[in-house]
């Protein structure tokens, strides 16, 4: 992507200030229709929002047939996998504001609209108003997924620890964004004691999000098995 083409375009939806509906133009939810308030979701708006995983997920999307976006929000990178990968989509995400977001985006694009269920649940170890991934697949309510993503603001090792059963047996590539440097310790290590190998992803420099937290990266981690083409201990956008 040309810089100044972006910087136009960011300058463009800058200047359209309240809530739109706008087609995003770049990054991997390319083509995805979304209600943002462009105040302060530019990012999203443009495409650039995580645009750090854009090549990571585009890759293990090709083929993947049920993905799990666990802290789904306001439904963009459920929108842009199941676009990517031709398959279904179940999301969960369990605060019902953010929920009702992800209805208005999921009604915004009805050609998807049909691969995308979404899931009122709060996902971790299972009991506590949790529900685990294990009993998810264990009940069979829904496919076995070949890819989860999953974002849940600090709650990462409780969604691992729900579903060491479906890492173990079925081995689904795994997003994960961390949000502290011994969380992220603790995954890793969970991962690769399940037979993974797994792919630090740093923050961009140019045109960076602004984030709250001190530690914020990503964990990319396939099994080594099925290790694709690229994947190396160490990388970043």
């Known amino acids: 992507m040309a810089g100044g083409r972006i910087r136009r375009t960011i300058k463009?939806?800058?200047?359209?200030?309240?809530?739109?509906?706008?087609?995003?133009?770049?990054g991997l939810g390319r083509g995805v229709r979304l209600q943002l308030d462009l105040s302060h979701e530019l990012m999203l708006a443009v495409g650039l929002y995580e645009h750090e995983l854009d090549s990571h997920l585009g890759r293990l999307c090709r083929g993947a047939g049920t993905a799990y976006d666990v802290g789904a929000a306001i439904g963009y990178d459920s929108l842009a996998i199941a676009r990517r990968s031709g398959g279904e989509v179940v999301a969960f995400e369990a605060d019902p504001g953010i929920a009702e977001r992800f209805r208005t985006n999921l009604a915004l694009n009805p050609e998807l609209r049909p691969r995308i269920?979404?899931?009122?649940s709060r996902v971790g170890r299972g009991g506590d108003s949790t529900v685990a991934l294990d009993d998810l697949v264990t009940s069979a309510r829904f496919p076995i997924p070949s890819l989860?993503?999953?974002?849940?603001e600090g709650e990462e090792i409780e969604v691992l620890a729900g579903g060491r059963e479906l890492l173990r047996r079925h081995h689904p590539a795994v997003v994960l964004e961390t949000h502290s440097e011994a969380l992220e310790d603790e995954c890793r290590e969970v991962l690769e004691d399940h037979g993974y190998r797994v792919l630090v992803v740093e923050r961009r420099r140019w045109l960076r999000e602004s984030r709250p937290m001190a530690h914020n990266r990503w964990l990319v981690a396939v099994q080594r098995a099925a290790e694709?083409?690229?994947?190396?201990?160490?990388g970043g956008s």
């Open 117 to 120: 269920q979404l899931e009122r």
């Open 12 to 26: 463009a939806l800058a200047a359209r200030a309240g809530t739109r509906v706008v087609r995003v133009p770049f």
């Open 228 to 234: 694709p083409a690229g994947l190396s201990d160490a």
């Open 148 to 152: 989860l993503k999953i974002d849940v």
